[in-house]
């Protein structure tokens, strides 16, 4: 089993950084994969950062490269989502989900979500 609890969000304007954090805890954190999702109202669930067991590997889609990225710190069982130059279409609950295997942007992939936290970009 692992836990995981985001933290992170709120209400920023157009243009700013925010970075999420998401803290796991149970089993060993470095046999899972790592995937922020975020999930806007009447949209899909959809991947938006990836980092692979040992951090060697990260993946972020197209629509995201340049703006978002993904990090975890080993010590204290973290991963972080750094959120860059932020418009309202980014608007979501943005969810921290592990799995035992590689990244996957399939939802169905992941074995543990967290609660989510909210983002709202305001212009």
């Known amino acids: 089993q692992v836990q995981l609890a985001e933290s992170g969000g709120g209400l920023v304007q157009a243009g700013d950084s925010l970075r999420l954090s998401c803290a796991a805890s149970?089993?060993?954190?470095?046999?899972?994969?790592m995937g922020w999702f975020r999930q806007a109202p009447g949209k899909e669930r959809e991947l938006v950062a990836g980092?692979?067991?040992?951090?060697?590997?990260?993946y972020v889609p197209d629509s995201a490269q340049g703006r978002f990225s993904i990090s975890r710190d080993y010590s204290n069982g973290m991963v972080y989502l750094h959120l860059g130059n932020l418009n309202p279409g980014d608007t979501a609950v943005y969810y921290c989900?592990?799995?035992?295997?590689?990244?996957?942007?399939?939802?169905?992939?992941?074995?543990?979500w967290g609660q989510g936290t909210q983002v709202t970009v305001s212009s």
């Open positions: 989900a592990a799995r035992n295997g590689y990244i996957s942007t399939s939802i169905n992939a992941y074995d543990y």
């Open positions: 149970g089993r060993a954190f470095t046999d899972y994969a």
């Open positions: 980092i692979n067991k040992d951090g060697s590997t990260t």
